[in-house]
């Protein structure tokens, strides 16, 4: 959950910290080539700084100075490998969209576009270094999607396996509401950080087990981002849940929590059936129409920035002070832009999963609270929803679609592994 609204100053200075072309300053040096490309000390010493903030605010215990740095220098070494790759093999950005872009960042530090150029002037950065900079970020987005989803490789036995566990799912039962309390355990966390992240957990199930509400314990000690709602994760079908998610609660009827702690790779989590729906037929699909206003995140925009400007938007239409189609058009940086944020109807499986979640909670005209994905921070809203019956090809299509995106991650980092591996790098003498 984002709570702080970064200052403005901050805010225009993590370019310099982020340019994808670095110029070196008096006094800096070069921490690595990358490519055609430099990673800067500075810019090293400034990553490390960032993930020592995140390490203090998860709790964790931070690694010496030494390997954080050397942390922060691949991150930042991996950066640059995919915008050289998108800068030689990326399509073109329209320059209408790079304009609504750039006008974002001067919105959202309420700023004209002529004092937005004051201001990078000002702080020492070059106003076409800027607009350059925001290009490669979406060309890279753009690269990204592409090429990741040309590895992802859906066979026949695949889907047919997709099906077979689906039709169980609908037989045992179909959707299921579960809310969760979750722990979470760093990753290669030391025992007796997992022996204290244990404890909580068990004093929590007592505390439920002994008669306090569920959703208010979720919202005292939960660590997930659907702590607020009382840890309900909201209605999915069981072959849209994690398999250990359904196991644990095989059995329970609504309103029962699981007798045990389940442990996780994420860490450990207690679980409550809030509700169960009765088996649909498996061609029977629900399909909605949407609208949306996507504000991509970079270093120029930050997602706690984006959800604050999407919000007032919200607020803008609810009050009737503006229409979604026209903010959309105005402010989405997506191929909807044009049509008023419509992106038509779409069944199960059509979007990213934290999309679809939000949008599936709205009633009809309900307009979302800000949504962070992969592709950015989105504000939803529902025009019409149909239920239909699917034909074989579009219920296999449909199953290729949630497939694909259960591969997504694990194609992407193949992917960027491969680039890495493939790149030319050299890393200088000063960091050892």
Do not use: C
């Not at 077979?164 to 979470?184: F, M, T, Y």
């Amino acid at each position: 959950m984002m709570h702080r609204f970064v200052p403005l100053v901050l805010a225009l200075a993590a370019l310099n910290a982020s340019a994808q072309t670095t110029t070196l300053q008096p006094g800096d040096y070069i921490a690595a080539v990358v490519n055609q490309d430099v990673v800067a000390a500075s810019e090293v010493i400034q990553r490390t700084e960032k993930l020592r903030q995140e390490a203090r605010q998860r709790g964790e215990v931070m690694p010496e100075t030494a390997g954080l740095r050397k942390q922060a220098l691949e991150a930042l070494i991996e950066d640059r490998v995919l915008v050289t790759y998108a800068r030689e093999n990326g399509n073109k950005i329209d320059e209408a969209e790079l304009d609504r872009v750039v006008a974002n960042v001067a919105a959202q530090n309420k700023l004209t576009l002529e004092q937005l150029r004051e201001r990078l002037k000002s702080d020492g950065t070059d106003y076409k270094s800027f607009r350059e900079n925001l290009r490669d970020q979406m060309m890279t987005e753009r690269v990204r999607e592409r090429e990741v989803q040309g590895r992802i490789k859906i066979t026949d036995a695949e889907i047919d396996a997709y099906l077979d566990k689906k039709r169980a799912a609908l037989e045992q039962g179909g959707q299921i509401n579960l809310a969760q309390v979750l722990i979470p355990v760093p990753e290669g966390a030391p025992e007796a950080v997992i022996a204290e992240r244990r404890a909580r957990a068990e004093a929590a199930l007592a505390r439920i087990k002994g008669g306090e509400d569920f959703a208010k314990v979720a919202r005292e000690i939960s660590e997930d981002s659907n702590k607020a709602r009382g840890g309900e994760i909201g209605m999915r079908p069981a072959d849209r849940l994690p398999d250990v998610f359904v196991n644990a609660v095989a059995g329970l009827k609504t309103g029962q929590v699981a007798p045990e702690l389940l442990r996780s790779g994420a860490g450990f989590h207690i679980l409550k059936v809030v509700q169960r729906q009765g088996a649909a037929s498996l061609t029977q699909s629900q399909q909605t129409h949407a609208r949306h206003v996507l504000l991509r995140v970079s270093p120029q925009l930050t997602a706690e920035v984006a959800a604050r400007r999407l919000a007032e938007f919200k607020r803008q239409i609810e009050a009737g002070q503006a229409k979604f189609e026209d903010i959309a058009k105005a402010n989405s940086e997506d191929g909807s832009a044009p049509e008023g944020g419509d992106l038509g109807w779409m069944g199960a499986g059509g979007f990213v999963p934290e999309f679809e979640e939000a949008m599936n909670a709205l009633p009809l005209g309900g307009i979302s609270p800000p949504v962070v994905s992969r592709f950015g921070v989105h504000l939803i809203q529902v025009l019409e929803r149909r239920n239909v019956e699917l034909e074989m090809k579009q219920l296999r299509e449909q199953a290729r679609s949630a497939l694909r995106e259960q591969k997504y991650d694990e194609a992407y980092q193949e992917w960027v592994k491969d680039l890495r591996n493939k790149a030319f790098v050299e890393v200088r003498e000063w960091l050892d």
